[in-house]
Structure formats: C-alpha cells, structure tokens
C-alpha cells in the first residue's frame, strides 16, 4: 500500500510516503524551492502545493503517481465553517476553504496519473496526532495538539489504542495557544507563524513581572480546554517595528507570556493523563516546539515519558496525514525510524558535485576525526552527511559545528549565521555522558525538543552552549543510530576532554537549511566556515578564519 502525504494549506508545505506502513520519505518543500518556510501562509497562496518534495518522494521510491493508493491532504474543507463561525473573523478562509476543496484537481495536475478521486482530506489535528501517536516509539499513548488553528480547532487531546484515534477534547476558536503566541511575535517585531522561536529565546532575559494579570485572563478549562482572549499587549510593552530594540518590558512580557503558555499546557497534560492514565504522552502542533514548555511537560506532569514529533510544525501533518490514511486502509504502520527522511547522496556523487565546483578535496582517512582536529583547534566546520533532516532541527545531517568551550564562539556562530546575538546555539552530546553533564530534560533527547540544566560544574567548560539562564537545548547522540556523529564526538572528547560539540543548523540567515551539494557549497562558499566535510571528503578553506 503506498501513501502520498500533502501539507500545503497554511505552513511549511512538505510531503511524505508512507509504503507498506513504513516512512520511507519525507520533506518540507523549502529544501528544494530554496524559500524558507516554502511560503508564506496568507490564504492567496493556500493552493500552492509541495510540488518538489513530492515528486521527489515518489521518485525516491520509484514510484508513479498512478501506482498511489491514496493522497492524504493534511486538511479537511468540509470541518472549516465561516470566517464569524470561526470567530477569527478572517476573510481569508472563504479562499483557503475553496482552495482546499480544489485540491484533488490541483494535485492531479501537478503529479500527472494521478486520479484525483485518490485524494482523500484529513482533519488537520487528527493528522498532527498521528505524526506524533503513530509515529512515535510506543504504541500506546496519550496525545496532544497544540497549535494555531486548523479547520475550526486550536488543540485537540487524544489517546491511541492499537493505532486507533479516540479524541477526548478538541478546543474551538478563536482560542488559540498558537495563535496568541504568533500575535505577541508580531507584536515584538518579528515574523508571524516563523520566529515564535526567538520570543521563546527572549524570554530568558526577561522576569515575568506581568503572570498575575495574563492568569487572569489565559486559563484552562475543566473540558481539557482553555480561554485565550484577545490580549492588548501594548498595554505592557510598547510595539516594536522589524529590527528596533527591545527593553526590558518587551523581555518580561515575552517571559510572562511564555510562562503563562507553560502553565496552561501543563494544566491540559494533567487533564489528559486524569482521563487516560497513560505513561507515554506525544505532541505535535507547531507549540509543541516550544522545548521549555516541553520540558516542563516531561518535569511536572505524571507523564513518564513524553515524545514530540521532530516536525511538530505544520510540515509533520505530511507524515501524519500518510500513515493515518494507511491505517484507515488496514494497515499496519511502524514507527517513524528517525528524523533523516530527505535527500542523500552517495560518495560517488557527491565526489563528481566536487569536481563539476573544481575546488580542492581530500578524502581523508576518517572524516569524522579530520572534523574533530579542526574543531579542536578552535575551527567552524559545515557539515554534511547522510540523508536530510525532516523538520526544522539540525540533528546531525545539515549542521554547523564548533568548539564548546570558548565563550566566544556565540558571537561568532551568530555571525557566520548572520542572526540576533540573543540567540542561543545548542550542543550534540555523547547519549551515555549526557546524564553527568545535563538534568530535568528527557534523556536521550534525539530530536532537540527539550532544555536541559546544565550541571554548575560544567558551564564554564562549555559556555558557548550555556544559555543565560543555565539551560541548553542538547541533542543526545546514540551510538547506534548515528555511529558517524557519534565517532566525530569521541574524537573531541579525546582532543580537548570534551564530549560534546556545538551543532546549528547550516544555513544561512534567512535561508532554508542546506540540502543538496550545491547548497551546501554555496553556503560554504559564502560564510567564513574552516572546513567542509560532505560525506568521505573534506574542503578546507584556504586562508583560515583563526588567522
Ligand atoms: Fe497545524
């Protein structure tokens, strides 16, 4: 049986197959348009599907689009009701509501074979739940959705038996954790539905001097749901335009805001495990991003475990809406096996991109000790190996790394990136030596969806990677699953004692994470980056940045 999953309506266009109940690829669209976020999510582009990366799917699969099953459309019209019935009062609906409903014919037209009667809609939070109940570990679980919006919901609450979906509570809108989140971006000068997670970051900074007044007004229900009434922020700090300065009024209300958001979520995973009882909750939904919230989650609810979808944004309802619909059709499904789900390349074609670029290469005897000498000389490596990344995290496939143990290295990374110098950048870290080193957060902690206290004795050691307020947002590393990150770490840890290196994603600002070769020779090329290591070879920049 073989699946085609489509999220296109509102963000991160992407596509995954699902084949004989296994994942077998997956990919957010802005890989290959090379726009980050594939679009924006205004209602004239909601036809606007993730042609690329599904072809590319099929293709990866070699197979037809006649040969489909089924295409699950992340999204169901049928559930959206009128812009007053939504209370969003948004005449934007009446478009996307219409473009969904075209979707079939749309998809036909860009995956030609296709019979458009294969398409089918699913509801958009029941596809969330899925890419987190279905694709999670255990099999058996509580879920939970926290998002922005879908057709007429903000959030819905879950349980999974024997891969069957029972809803326990769904939240209607206007309320919105998601969305009143998105509003305090905007209002802080960022984008909207993209940079939700530099407020999270510059929360940090800030006290939540303004809790009494928002838990007054943000409040969960006794239903598993909650009131998000519109909040006027400027009452609290004043707007600010792209680029002006923040004070420290516009870090405390981000730091109020976002503890209000923790303590609500925590009051809806206590809800959820009251009715199920469950050891295992798993979330999806563009807040289940938020890595601190999570971690409270994990810390302070009866949950013993807690598992979030690496792509909890809208580009996980791919894979979600795919195995859904395989069920649906009897299936069995497994498990998503991890997060490299995109393109890969072998050394053979990536050795013929090197010589088309006609730089210098070696192919050194092992890569990931060639890595490990430069970054323990203090030098910024690109590095590129196996397959992509589904999701926004760089996990070991598309990163940017660099020595932990020089303060400096922030700034640094930050430039080289070209972002705000608030932003933090975050360790890989050896699985077996993470519990000496990191507390309170899950560990392994595969995806990068959770902070970590950093233990007193180990900050100054690594203070690139030590947040202001103590925490770091670690990627546990295993060696099984990732033996060649694994051995680059090793080879660290013998250098300098350290068994943890910096990972950022590799890109650039603004700029998508890298994806193929040409990407990542591109971004190479134009960042003062020392070294380029791109599956067995590495390129070395002529004049160092270490002068
Ligand atoms: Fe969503």
Not at 482 to 492: G, I, N, Q, S, T
């Amino acid at each position: 049986m073989k699946v085609l999953g489509i999220n296109a309506i509102y963000h991160d266009p992407a596509a995954a197959l699902v084949v004989d109940g296994r994942v077998v690829a997956a990919a957010e669209e802005e890989r290959f348009s090379r726009r980050k976020h594939g679009k924006r999510p205004l209602p004239w582009s909601a036809w606007e599907l993730p042609e690329l990366s599904a072809a590319w799917c099929l293709a990866e699969a070699g197979i037809h689009p006649e040969e489909l099953d089924a295409v699950a459309y992340s999204f169901d019209p049928a559930l959206m009701g009128t812009p007053e019935e939504s209370g969003l009062n948004d005449p934007g609906d009446v478009m996307r509501k219409m473009y969904a409903e075209k979707a079939p014919e749309f998809l036909a037209h860009a995956l030609p074979g296709l019979d458009p009667a294969k398409v089918r809609f699913v509801k958009h939070h029941v596809a969330h739940a899925a890419s987190a109940g279905l694709a999670a570990p255990t099999a058996d679980n509580s879920v939970l959705v926290l998002d922005g919006r879908g057709e007429a919901h903000s959030h819905l609450a879950g349980r999974y038996v024997d891969g069957q979906l029972e809803i326990l509570a769904g939240q209607a809108l206007p309320h919105s954790l998601g969305l009143l989140y998105e509003d305090l971006t905007d209002h802080l000068g960022f984008l909207r539905s993209s940079d939700e997670f530099k407020v999270m970051a510059m929360a940090s900074y800030g006290k939540p001097r303004f809790l009494g007044e928002l838990s007054e007004l943000v409040v969960a229900t006794e239903d598993g749901g909650f009131r998000t009434p519109e909040i006027d922020f400027s009452e609290y700090a004043p707007r600010l335009t792209k680029g002006d300065d923040w004070t420290e009024d516009h870090a405390d209300l981000a730091a109020s805001v976002q503890q209000r958001v923790e303590e609500v979520l925590l009051d809806l995973a206590r809800w959820l495990h009251a009715q199920t009882g469950d050891r295992t909750l798993t979330l999806a939904g563009g807040v289940a991003l938020n890595c601190v919230a999570n971690t409270r989650i994990f810390a302070e609810t009866p949950f013993e475990d807690v598992w979030v979808q690496p792509a909890a944004g809208d580009s996980g309802t791919a894979l979600g809406s795919a195995l859904h619909v395989a069920r649906v059709l009897g299936e069995q499904t497994e498990p998503m096996p991890g997060a490299d789900l995109g393109r890969g390349w072998t050394d053979d074609e990536i050795e013929q991109w090197l010589r088309v670029a006609a730089i210098d290469y070696e192919r050194p005897r092992d890569v990931a000790d060639a890595v490990a000498e430069v970054l323990a000389a203090n030098g910024i490596v690109a590095w590129f190996q196996g397959r992509s990344e589904y999701g926004p995290r760089a996990l070991g496939r598309r990163s940017l790394l660099a020595h932990p143990g020089h303060e400096a290295n922030l700034e640094r990374m930050n430039n080289v990136k070209g972002r705000e110098q608030f932003r933090p950048v975050a360790p890989m870290v050896l699985a077996e030596r993470a519990p000496e080193i990191f507390s309170r957060g899950p560990i392994p902690s595969r995806y990068m969806l959770f902070v970590h206290d950093v233990a007193p004795e180990w900050r100054e050691r690594i203070p690139t990677v030590t947040h202001v307020d103590g925490t770091a947002r670690i990627q546990t590393v295993d060696r099984t699953e990732e033996p060649l990150v694994a051995r680059m770490l090793e080879c660290f840890e013998r250098r300098t004692g350290l068994p943890i290196v910096v990972n950022t994603s590799l890109n650039t600002a603004g700029r998508p994470m890298v994806d193929d070769p040409r990407d990542a020779l591109e971004c190479f090329g134009s960042a003062p980056v020392d070294l380029l290591a791109i599956g067995p070879f590495v390129v070395r920049r002529p004049r160092s940045t270490l002068g």
